[in-house]
T-cell receptor, first 115, second 115 residues
Framework: DSGVTQTPKHLITATGQRVTLRCSPRSGDLSVYWYQQSLDQGLQFLIHYYNGEERAKGNILERFSAQQFPDLHSELNLSSLELGDSALYFC??????????????FGPGTRLTVL | GENVEQHPSTLSVQEGDSAVIKCTYSDSASNYFPWYKQELGKRPQLIIDIRSNVGEKKDQRIAVTLNKTAKHFSLHITETQPEDSAVYFCAAKEERGGSQGNLIFGKGTKLSVKP
């Protein structure tokens, strides 16, 4: 157990809908990263938050957004869902400042299925 | 930004043999290179990492080597066992621009260890 939690574990929804994925980092970790992993694909970096502020964006669609709250948990919002958004979504947390030598610890993931 | 190439995409070895996975990176400023193991349907788990101030690191049957001049690093697994079967991802930490601190992952290597 990495100490990173994600809810829900599974999510099934229809095209055009909106969903929210939640991540709680390890105790004390200030950084949260979101990744998308499609079937048989690698880990695509989406976005990074540090202590409530957005630090970097990767290959994140405009239909997707995220935020990190004062208690450091983070939410990833996916809207106008398409079939191609079906994937595993992981969050990871780390304790070091951005730019430091930071290990990232992954949560168990949320499997999103768009029908 | 950083780009990480990983080879091979699939690797099949006999139990007891060694396995080697290689990665190259593009940004000479990168200084942290972790390796993650992901079993089917589970989270990526950090198995070993190396920082740019060393050329090799070992942990039991696993070792990682780094050649900063050539910008490549490799994972070596000796005396492979069936439980080593998984997808392995290499990564490099971005150090430039607006994405400092983010990990850029290779596309993964599916390792199969045959009993």
């Amino acid at each position: 157990d990495s100490g990173v939690t994600q809810t829900p574990k599974h999510l099934i929804t229809a095209t055009g809908q909106r969903v929210t994925l939640r991540c709680s980092p390890r105790s004390g970790d200030l950084s949260v990263y979101w990744y998308q992993q499609s079937l048989d694909q690698g880990l695509q970096f989406l976005i990074h938050y540090y202590n409530g502020e957005e630090r970097a964006k990767g290959n994140i669609l405009e239909r997707f957004s995220a935020q990190q709250f004062p208690d450091l948990h983070s939410e990833l919002n996916l809207s106008s869902l398409e079939l191609g958004d079906s994937a595993l979504y992981f969050c990871a947390s780390s304790g070091a400042l951005a730019g430091g030598l930071n290990e990232q610890f992954f949560g168990p993931g949320t499997r999103l299925t768009v029908l | 930004g950083e780009n990480v190439e990983q080879h091979p995409s699939t690797l099949s070895v006999q139990e007891g043999d060694s396995a080697v996975i290689k990665c190259t990176y593009s940004d000479s400023a990168s200084n942290y290179f972790p390796w993650y193991k992901q079993e089917l349907g589970k989270r990526p788990q950090l198995i070993i990492d190396i920082r740019s101030n060393v050329g090799e690191k070992k942990d039991q049957r696993i070792a990682v080597t780094l050649n900063k001049t050539a910008k490549h690093f490799s994972l070596h697994i000796t005396e492979t066992q069936p439980e080593d079967s998984a997808v392995y991802f290499c990564a490099a930490k971005e150090e430039r621009g607006g994405s400092q601190g983010n990990l850029i992952f290779g596309k993964g290597t599916k390792l199969s260890v045959k009993p």
